[in-house]
């Protein structure tokens, strides 16, 4: 068992919003080094690109061998900032980002409901613009970048949930649709791509989707929520949940249509 000497810097999703803050969140990790302790600092890496390692003291009571050494003792470790740090830290992002929002709304604008709906419009706004350009990040590798767009888009789920502004979100002003699911989804997608409608992504479609449109259940005779839109679009983009009989049948209703 080890312990580490070192405080935990904490990474937020908005150290991956431009490589300015990127590199802030490299000097902030440098700051970690044991070298630090003995007048030694260690350089930023020219390349923000590059992986690189610090000096990290640690207590451990891992037994080697020797009877006579068991007990706890002070060891050092190269601790690399890639490899071992962003791994351990990106996949806890989309849980810290929640935690921020949902302090930040107690603490500054539990009280006012509009301006707790402009902040979260803010929020929403800043959060598409960083996923926008997350792709400048891929060189972490394709394993960790994929953990790091996963989180980000837990975190996108997470500020477009309407329930942030409304404590109750309810069935009064929401669109019934007399359509398959699939099918309305994928009109929705279709009025998207061509830019009918305009949305940053993926993420913020489904969220408008859900928030703001009943589907029809004839056999059931009532209104039902859409629920994990996102996924089933993202199904559709990927081709795991084909959807070709649902554009023939759109196709068809709009031909329909006079």
Known sequence: MSTFFTKNIGVSIEDFSSIENYRKLQNRYILRCYSNSLGESPATPKDYKEDFSILVQYVTDDYNGNVHEIGMFTAYKDVYFIADYLKTEIPKLAERYEKQITESINRYYLADAKERRNYILERRHYLNKLYAQLDDFSFIGEELFGILKTETIKALEYIYDDALVEKEISKM??????????????????????????????????????????????????????????????GFRNGSKPNYKSKERIRELFRNIK
């Open 173 to 234: 002003g929401k669109i019934v649709v007399h359509l398959p699911e699939i099918d309305f989804i994928n009109i929705m997608m279709e009025l998207a791509d061509n830019n009918f409608i305009r949305v940053y992504n993926d993420v913020e479609l489904a969220n408008i989707i859900e928030n703001n449109f009943y589907i029809y259940k004839e056999k059931d005779e009532e209104h039902k929520p859409i629920k994990n839109c996102y996924k089933k679009i993202n």
